[in-house]
């Protein structure tokens, strides 16, 4: 099946830097990519909707200026967080969209711990 | 707003045993609802899907109905194994093509 790798899959950061997580599908194109955030014991909370070439859509609640989302091709949306505090501590997972058929795959996920 | 509401977990049951894990969902248009499924140290993995009222989803033993009266699709089956435990997330996607999750269930199946 297709694959979706993120990376790095865990980084431990201090408080105040930055941190960037990366999308790619390996072996299809993807005009979309979702980022997710996932709290323990709770939902997957959608972050922010990736398109190709354009700017992200963020949801409600979820500050642009500090998770900022590029998607610079079809395999490869990335994720920055800046100024990295311990609140932002969570799992990461995004989802690629494929172009054509809509199927939707998942990434494994990239834990981020701020200390 | 359009949201999933999944039964809290976590569950317990022995190999054999019957399966029922309930999710009802609120949305405003005409979503397709899918179960996902996280092994122990895997990513989200699709287990099935329906696109519209009364359809039946079902894969690997498992099926869901989307049920539109109800705003429900659980999760059963009829006959657990151990190499089902897993968390087990419902989702709707809505037209815009995203997705909104469920707080996922943990399944243990004992021997």
């Known amino acids: 099946g297709a694959v979706v790798s993120q990376h790095p899959s865990r980084v431990i950061c201090k408080s105040g830097t930055s941190v960037k997580i990366e999308c790619r599908s390996l072996d299809f194109q993807a005009t979309t990519m979702f980022w997710y955030r996932q709290f323990p014991k709770k939902s997957l909370m959608l972050m922010a909707t990736s398109n190709e070439g354009s700017k992200a859509t963020y949801e409600q609640g979820v500050e642009k200026d500090k998770f900022l989302i590029n998607h610079a091709s079809l395999t490869l949306s990335t994720l920055t967080v800046t100024s990295a505090h311990p609140e932002d501590s969570s799992f990461y997972i995004c989802s690629a969209q494929r172009t054509g058929t809509g199927e939707l795959f998942f990434g494994e996920g990239s834990r981020l711990t701020v200390l | 707003g359009d949201s999933v509401t999944q039964m809290e977990g976590p569950v317990t049951l022995s190999e054999e045993a019957f399966l029922t894990i309930n999710c009802t969902y609120t949305a405003t248009g005409y979503p397709s609802l899918f179960w996902y499924v996280q092994y122990p140290g895997e990513g989200l993995q699709l287990l099935l899907k329906?696109?519209?009222?009364?359809d039946k989803g079902s894969n690997k033993g498992f099926e869901a109905t989307y049920r539109k009266e109800t705003t429900s699709f659980h999760l059963e089956k009829g006959s657990v194994q151990v190499s089902d435990s897993a968390v087990y997330f419902c989702a709707l996607r809505l037209p815009g093509n995203q997705f909104y999750f469920g707080t996922g269930t943990s399944l243990t199946v004992i021997p």
């Open positions: 329906a696109t519209k009222a009364d």
